[in-house]
Protein backbone atom coordinates (compact mmCIF):
# COMPACT_ATOMS: atom_id res chain seq x y z
CA UNK A 1 0.00 0.00 0.00
CA UNK A 2 1.37 3.11 -1.15
CA UNK A 3 0.49 6.54 0.28
CA UNK A 4 0.75 9.87 -1.07
CA UNK A 5 3.42 12.71 -0.03
CA UNK A 6 2.08 15.77 1.35
CA UNK A 7 3.85 18.72 -0.11
CA UNK A 8 5.90 19.39 2.24
CA UNK A 9 7.20 15.86 2.29
CA UNK A 10 7.78 15.99 -1.38
CA UNK A 11 9.75 18.84 -1.65
CA UNK A 12 12.02 17.47 1.11
CA UNK A 13 12.18 14.66 -0.84
CA UNK A 14 13.30 16.19 -3.57
CA UNK A 15 15.73 18.24 -1.75
CA UNK A 16 17.36 15.20 -0.46
CA UNK A 17 16.91 13.90 -4.32
CA UNK A 18 19.26 16.91 -5.42
CA UNK A 19 21.99 16.76 -2.51
CA UNK A 20 22.29 13.28 -3.30
CA UNK A 21 22.86 13.76 -7.32
CA UNK A 22 25.29 16.51 -6.19
CA UNK A 23 27.19 14.83 -3.90
CA UNK A 24 27.72 10.83 -6.07
CA UNK A 25 25.84 10.99 -9.03
CA UNK A 26 26.96 7.68 -9.97
CA UNK A 27 24.78 6.21 -6.80
CA UNK A 28 21.84 8.52 -7.16
CA UNK A 29 21.59 7.27 -11.18
CA UNK A 30 22.20 3.66 -9.44
CA UNK A 31 19.39 3.70 -6.66
CA UNK A 32 17.06 5.71 -9.24
CA UNK A 33 16.96 3.24 -12.18
CA UNK A 34 16.51 0.13 -9.76
CA UNK A 35 13.49 0.89 -8.32
CA UNK A 36 12.03 0.74 -11.68
CA UNK A 37 13.89 -2.24 -12.71
CA UNK A 38 12.97 -4.16 -9.98
CA UNK A 39 8.90 -3.57 -11.08
CA UNK A 40 9.66 -4.68 -14.16
CA UNK A 41 12.00 -7.67 -13.24
CA UNK A 42 9.67 -9.09 -10.62
CA UNK A 43 6.59 -9.08 -13.30
CA UNK A 44 8.96 -11.12 -15.95
CA UNK A 45 10.24 -13.33 -13.00
CA UNK A 46 6.04 -14.13 -11.93
CA UNK A 47 5.38 -14.82 -15.56
CA UNK A 48 8.45 -17.11 -15.46
CA UNK A 49 7.46 -18.95 -12.39
CA UNK A 50 4.18 -19.25 -13.25
CA UNK A 51 4.91 -20.56 -17.17
CA UNK A 52 7.41 -23.71 -15.05
CA UNK A 53 4.33 -24.37 -12.80
CA UNK A 54 1.96 -24.60 -16.04
CA UNK A 55 4.99 -27.06 -17.60
CA UNK A 56 5.23 -28.91 -13.92
CA UNK A 57 1.23 -29.42 -14.16
CA UNK A 58 1.16 -30.91 -17.49
CA UNK A 59 4.30 -33.19 -16.05
CA UNK A 60 1.58 -34.04 -13.49
CA UNK A 61 -0.81 -35.20 -15.83
CA UNK A 62 1.68 -37.41 -17.11
CA UNK A 63 2.93 -38.94 -13.59
CA UNK A 64 -0.53 -38.73 -12.21
CA UNK A 65 2.06 -37.93 -8.88
CA UNK A 66 0.03 -35.61 -6.39
CA UNK A 67 3.36 -33.83 -4.64
CA UNK A 68 4.23 -32.71 -8.76
CA UNK A 69 0.55 -31.47 -8.89
CA UNK A 70 1.12 -29.41 -5.83
CA UNK A 71 4.32 -28.22 -6.84
CA UNK A 72 2.70 -27.04 -9.57
CA UNK A 73 -0.04 -25.22 -7.89
CA UNK A 74 2.46 -23.63 -5.46
CA UNK A 75 4.69 -22.14 -8.38
CA UNK A 76 1.64 -21.11 -10.66
CA UNK A 77 0.40 -19.32 -7.19
CA UNK A 78 3.72 -17.80 -6.62
CA UNK A 79 4.28 -16.67 -10.21
CA UNK A 80 0.58 -15.06 -10.25
CA UNK A 81 1.37 -13.33 -6.64
CA UNK A 82 4.67 -12.06 -8.00
CA UNK A 83 3.54 -10.37 -11.17
CA UNK A 84 0.58 -8.70 -9.40
CA UNK A 85 2.32 -7.30 -7.03
CA UNK A 86 5.05 -6.31 -9.50
CA UNK A 87 1.99 -4.52 -11.49
CA UNK A 88 0.93 -2.86 -8.57
CA UNK A 89 4.34 -1.51 -7.81
CA UNK A 90 4.41 0.00 -11.24
CA UNK A 91 1.30 1.39 -11.35
CA UNK A 92 2.08 2.99 -8.61
CA UNK A 93 5.04 4.32 -9.34
CA UNK A 94 3.11 5.99 -12.60
CA UNK A 95 0.13 7.01 -10.52
CA UNK A 96 3.25 9.36 -8.20
CA UNK A 97 4.76 10.50 -11.38
CA UNK A 98 1.30 11.75 -12.37
CA UNK A 99 1.19 13.79 -9.29
CA UNK A 100 4.16 15.31 -9.26
CA UNK A 101 3.50 16.80 -12.63
CA UNK A 102 0.15 17.68 -11.65
CA UNK A 103 2.03 19.58 -8.97
CA UNK A 104 4.35 21.23 -11.01
CA UNK A 105 1.33 22.57 -13.37
CA UNK A 106 -0.42 24.09 -10.32
CA UNK A 107 2.89 25.45 -9.45
CA UNK A 108 3.35 27.30 -12.51
CA UNK A 109 -0.12 28.05 -12.78
CA UNK A 110 0.12 30.07 -9.46
CA UNK A 111 3.11 31.61 -10.65
CA UNK A 112 1.92 32.73 -14.35
CA UNK A 113 -1.21 33.94 -12.12
CA UNK A 114 0.71 35.80 -9.40
CA UNK A 115 2.42 37.97 -12.74
CA UNK A 116 -0.70 38.82 -13.98
CA UNK A 117 -1.78 40.15 -10.77
CA UNK A 118 1.15 42.51 -10.45
CA UNK A 119 0.65 46.35 -11.33
Aim: cysteine-free.
Amino acid sequence: MTVPLSEEEQRVLEEIERGLHQEDPSFARHVGSTSRRSGSGRLKLGALVFLAGLAILVAFFVTRTIFVGVVAFGAMVAGIVLAAGAIGSLAADRDGRKQRLAAAFEDWEARIRRRGRRP
